[in-house]
């Protein structure tokens, strides 16, 4: 008889870590990765499998792209076949706009990788660094102590009861849903009010192609070179325009979309196989959240959603990622503080200069100077990130402590009962 071998999923190493962080895409293992760097015990935790695909149009810009570099990570990047971007169109309507993009060794260019590589390259560093990954495994729950400090998380996989692991901080870099700001009843701070619809799919295209813009009045589109000669062709318009004109087929209605942007852009789609997929998201409006609290913090889109439309998401998760990874090394309560006020800051102004586009309420006239805002906020980032020290560990943590919110000793000791979870009993956690 044929032996049938059941492989259990792995489970973590220890049963208690420095930071546990939950989602293990740009946002985690970029956290995952500086934290571990700089000596701590990560674990990181994705329901998703090892180096899979996500929604993206991949579009790095400035300030992510210098991050990537100052990590190492640029070379492995490129060595992965990720085209070097050069220079940037924008077309309004008719009129062209050209903008070269070598801004020096840090910043030779931008490129767009496809997340199967961006986010691997990342989780394979972090690994590099000594940080654990568990993918296929997702994060059911959380639990706190008998004072509401969150403690750990409750790990659920294929084939194994539910499993408890304790952490000083457990991160949550979840995306849109996040499961770590629910538990943790995350303020919203501030509410987008316009969303927009992408709908992308690829097609090959010539060596040395840039970035490309394209707007025309209620319409935008994009072209956007990857990895493997293929270039991302984005179809965007206002979420209420995707429901009454994409209802009956995203294919035809996205070429028709380029088609009224520019003829040559609808036909460089059209050089995709007939059976290409395509890739819709029907948009969300952006939000900035509560970004931190005992035991917890948010980072990525968990912490702060933008629009596609203005391809910042990504910057953003690696700013972020990098301002936690401070606060969690120097472990006072005013540095969780001073990291929040940062990503505030630029976040208000990414989401101002996003929510002006995506609202899709400019004319070709007043886009430019739209556009323009949003440049001059990635240019004070570029400078902020080009000043930030890389995280290191201060003396203190490495004896055992300070972390945020550490309470006197024997105090708050986890309690693994039932009834500490934040789900089950939030009211008794959080007083
Ligand atoms: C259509 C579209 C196009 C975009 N284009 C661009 C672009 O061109 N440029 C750009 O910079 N940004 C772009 N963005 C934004 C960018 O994709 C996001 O900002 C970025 O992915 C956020 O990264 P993240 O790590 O925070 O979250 P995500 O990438 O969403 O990753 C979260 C991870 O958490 C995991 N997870 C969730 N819950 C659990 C759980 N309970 N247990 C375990 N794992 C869990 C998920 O499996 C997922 O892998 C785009 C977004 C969309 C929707």
Redesign the pocket.
């Known amino acids: 008889m044929p032996s049938t071998t059941l492989s259990l999923p792995p489970v973590p190493k220890r049963p208690h870590y420095d930071a546990i962080i939950?989602?293990?895409?740009?946002?985690?293992?970029s956290t995952a990765l500086l934290l571990a760097r700089a000596g701590l015990k990560v674990l990181a935790?994705?329901?998703?499998p090892y180096g899979?695909d996500?929604?993206?149009?991949?579009?790095?810009?400035r300030p992510?792209v210098l991050q990537l570099s100052r990590w190492g990570l640029l070379e492995p990047l490129r060595k992965a076949g990720t085209p070097l971007i050069e220079a940037t169109t924008f077309h309004y309507g008719e009129e062209e706009i050209t903008i070269p993009l070598n801004a020096g060794p840090d910043l030779p260019g931008l490129i767009?990788p496809r997340?199967t590589v961006l986010?691997r390259i990342l989780v394979d560093a972090a690994r590099g660094a000594g940080a654990e990954f568990l993918h296929d495994?997702?994060?059911?729950d959380l639990f706190a102590d008998t004072r509401g400090r969150v403690r750990g998380v409750e790990i659920r996989g294929a084939g194994r009861a539910a499993l408890r692991v304790s952490g000083d901080i457990v991160v949550g870099?979840?995306?849109?849903?996040?499961?770590v700001a629910r538990c943790c009843d995350a303020q919203v701070l501030r509410s987008g009010t316009v969303s927009a619809a992408?709908v992308?799919g690829y097609a090959p295209v010539e060596t040395g192609a840039g970035y490309h813009w394209h707007f025309r009045d209620g319409i935008a589109g994009s072209l956007?070179p990857t990895n493997d000669g293929l270039a991302c062709i984005v179809a965007s318009v206002p979420t209420r325009m995707f429901d009454q004109r994409f209802r009956l087929g995203h294919g035809r209605a996205r070429m028709e979309v380029l088609e009224a942007l520019s003829p040559a852009l609808a036909e460089q789609a059209s050089r995709a196989p007939k059976d290409a997929r395509l890739?819709a998201?029907r948009g969300v409006p952006g939000y900035i959240r509560q970004a931190f609290g005992p035991g917890w913090a948010l980072?990525?889109?968990?912490g702060f959603?933008r629009d596609?439309i203005t391809?910042?998401?990504?910057?953003?998760?690696l700013r972020d990622a990098a301002g936690l990874a401070h606060a969690v090394l120097d472990g006072s309560e005013a540095a969780f503080a001073a990291w929040q006020q940062e990503r505030d800051l630029f976040a208000n102004q990414i989401l101002d200069t996003t929510d002006a586009v995506a609202g899709f309420d400019w004319t070709l006239a007043d886009l430019g100077e739209r556009h323009r805002r949003l440049s001059a906020v990635m240019k004070a980032e570029v400078q902020a990130l080009a000043g930030q020290p890389m995280p290191v560990r201060r003396a203190a943590y490495a004896a055992g402590g300070p972390i945020a919110y550490r309470a006197p000793a024997n105090q708050d000791e986890p309690r693994a009962t039932a009834g500490s979870s934040l789900h089950r009993n939030r009211t008794g956690v959080r007083q």
């Open positions: 939950v989602g293990a895409r740009c946002a985690g293992a935790i994705d329901r998703r899979s996500t929604l993206s149009t991949h579009a790095l810009m992510a767009a997340r986010d495994m997702a994060v059911g870099a979840d995306g849109i849903g996040s499961l992408h992308y956007i890739q998201f980072v990525g889109d968990a959603f596609p391809s910042h998401g990504i910057s953003d998760a």
